[in-house]
Structure formats: C-alpha cells, structure tokens
C-alpha cells in the first residue's frame, strides 16, 4: 500500500529521506528510517538523484528548516521522556518516524504513543509500519482535525490517558482553521491531567496568509509573533506558554552554519511548547 500524499506528508518524508542521503552531516535529517513509508520508485530516485536537482531543493527557503524542525522535535520527543511521560500523541504523525528510531527507549520507560492523521494517512502508515515493525505497539487513531469535533479521539483519551501527556503537532497548523485548534486546544484542556504539555509550531499571521489555502473556506490558523500575544491566547486556553523561538533562529541553533554559508533562512513559522495548567 502506497503512503498517500496529503498536505504534502509525503513531500515532506521525501525531503527528510533525501537530506538524510544527501547532506553533509552538520546538515543532515536524522530521520533515516522515513524511506519506509515512501514508494520503492520513490526511494530509489532518490538515492540517484542528480546534482542539479539537489541543487534546487536547496534553493526553497522550507528546506533547510525541515531538517531544523525534525532535529528540534526529536529533542521536544526525548525531553518528554526525561520528564516522566506517560503518553506522547502525535497529532498530523504523516511520514514521523519517531515512535521507531526511539522505539527501544519508549519500551524501557513504558511510555505509550498514538499517532493520529487523516483515515487514509493513517491507515496506510499503520499498514506499512505493521509489515515492518509488527511488534510495535504504536496504537493508529484516524482524526480529521479541521472537523471541529472529535468524539472518538476523546473516547480515546478517556479511555487510555493514564498519567503526564506531550501532545505534538509538527508541521500541521497552517492547513487548520482557527476554531478547529482552539477547540482542539481546549478539548485536551478538558481532557488531560494537568502538567501534560502540547508542542506545535504555526504561521505568523500577515506573512504567508494564503499558504494551506486549498483546504477549504474559513480563516486558517495564525498568530502574531509576538510572546505577550502567544503568551495570551494560550493562557485564555488553560496553558502556560513555556517555550516560543522563530524559524529562523530555530534554523542557525539546530544548523550553525547556516549563518555563515549566508544561506537565507525561512522566516514564516514559529515553534512553541505549552504546559496544562488547569482544566476548563
């Protein structure tokens, strides 16, 4: 079964796959395992792939920042497992690998991983990730996040949460409208054992408005760049802003020499982390 390409989740594992191949090791994705999940066409291009070619992936201001952006959400993954963890649930897991190249860590802390996407996406990970790995125990839960309700992913939790939660959304904002992570965001407020945390990273608004786009009618997820307004809306929520860093600080943090290289950076999105405090 081929992995489907939604929302660019296949793009974005080809991209991972290719820097992982490709790149010297100062800039180097370390998700090596993604070349699972793609098309053996795919995979094999990939591996051949021309210097011309290379080349131009280079020239998209995004490209470097994936591989920032999977160095940074690996640590936020080993983090939460230092910390105590219980549960870590990967909201939009696309072409993630995390729950495999960690896997052994995972098994000696006892920590349980949900990965949720759109049915086909998920559906046709699970299947793969089965053939692969079948004794992982990585549970698979279909979500459509711009439904705005969420009744079986809720049951869900209910059923299964047991103790502190990370709640990741990598990469997967910009496609959703605003209610729809408001009311996300307020469902695990609800949910969740306080001290749990989400960490996600979004556009700031006025900057690429019309990108994710295609999704459908109604006002897409953006938010000032400002700390005192992050801080904010997600205080109003029942979360205390913990971490908050631009992409293009990210970037030269994660790829030093980038700054040097002169190479120009992306300067769309904004990575933060935020911890539960209280139920609504």
């Known amino acids: 079964m081929s992995f489907p390409d939604v929302s660019y989740a296949r793009t974005v594992g080809e991209w991972r796959y290719i820097q992982s191949l490709h790149e010297p090791v100062e800039r180097k994705n370390p998700d090596s395992l993604v070349g699972v999940l793609l098309p053996l066409r795919e995979r094999y291009a ?4 021309s210097r011309k070619r290379i080349k131009a ?6 490209y470097y920042y994936l591989v920032a952006r999977t160095k940074y959400y ?6 939460a497992m ?7 649930i990967n909201i939009g897991s696309g072409t993630d690998t995390r729950a495999h190249r960690f896997a052994d860590q995972l098994k000696d802390r006892g920590i349980d991983v949900c990965e949720c996407d759109q049915t086909t996406v998920i559906r046709a990970k699970h299947r ?4 692969r790995w079948p004794s992982s125990p990585v549970h698979y839960l279909p979500i459509d996040m711009n439904d705005g309700v969420w009744p079986e992913f809720e049951h869900w939790l209910d059923k299964a949460i047991a103790g502190p939660v990370l709640v990741m959304m990598e990469g997967l904002t910009p496609y959703l409208h605003e209610h729809s992570v408001g009311a996300f965001l307020r469902v695990l407020a609800r949910r969740l054992p306080a001290g749990g945390s989400v960490a996600y990273d979004f556009k700031i608004s006025g900057v690429a408005d019309a ?3 295609s999704v459908g009618f109604g006002q897409l997820f953006r938010l000032p760049s400002a700390r005192d307004d992050v801080a904010r809306y997600h205080e109003e929520l029942g979360y205390r802003l913990t971490y908050m ?9 994660m790829i030093p020499d980038l700054a040097t290289a002169g190479i120009p950076l992306f300067l769309e999105d904004v990575v933060i982390q935020a911890e539960l405090v209280r139920r609504e």
């Open 245 to 253: 860093e631009r992409s293009d600080e990210l970037s030269t943090r």
């Open 82 to 88: 230092k910390r105590g963890v219980r549960h870590i």
């Open 57 to 62: 992936l280079r020239s998209h201001l995004f």
């Open 128 to 131: 793969i990730c089965e053939r």
């Open 74 to 79: 690996d640590q936020v993954f080993l983090d």
């Open 46 to 49: 990939a591996r051949w792939l």
């Open 211 to 213: 990108f994710g786009s």
